[in-house]
């Protein structure tokens, strides 16, 4: 069974940093997202990682985040920094099996103050 744990969301002022953290059990990850979804809007794609490694980002967050994996604790992170209000959202974090996006977290909710 696989599963994804998000965790590491929370309340921080504009300006600051987060780290998420994405617990994978059941699957390995070797091809993630982390997206993101604002009340009242689509749910979207912020970093994304192949499985050799190659990184992509929003242009809204290109410069202030930054996805990683460690493959021993099969985990993933997304570390946010230079947060904005507009960076609000619930953030989930989904692994790819055959081409698609097929599982996801629970989500974690960021909130950036201004």
């Known amino acids: 069974q696989v599963q994804l744990v998000e965790s590491g969301g929370g309340l921080v002022q504009s300006g600051g940093s987060l780290r998420l953290s994405c617990a994978a059990s059941?699957?390995?990850?070797?091809?993630m997202g982390w997206f993101r979804q604002a009340p009242g809007k689509q749910r979207t794609l912020v970093a994304g990682i192949a499985t050799t490694g190659t990184t992509n980002y929003a242009d809204s967050v290109k410069g202030r985040f930054t996805l990683s994996r460690d493959m021993a604790k099969n985990t993933v992170y997304l570390q946010m920094n230079s947060l904005k209000p507009e960076d609000t959202a619930v953030y989930y974090c989904?692994?790819?099996?055959?081409?698609?996006?097929?599982?996801w977290g629970q989500g974690t909710q960021v909130t950036v103050s201004s």
């Open positions: 059941g699957i390995s990850i070797n091809a």
């Open positions: 989904a692994a790819i099996r055959a081409g698609r996006y097929d599982f």
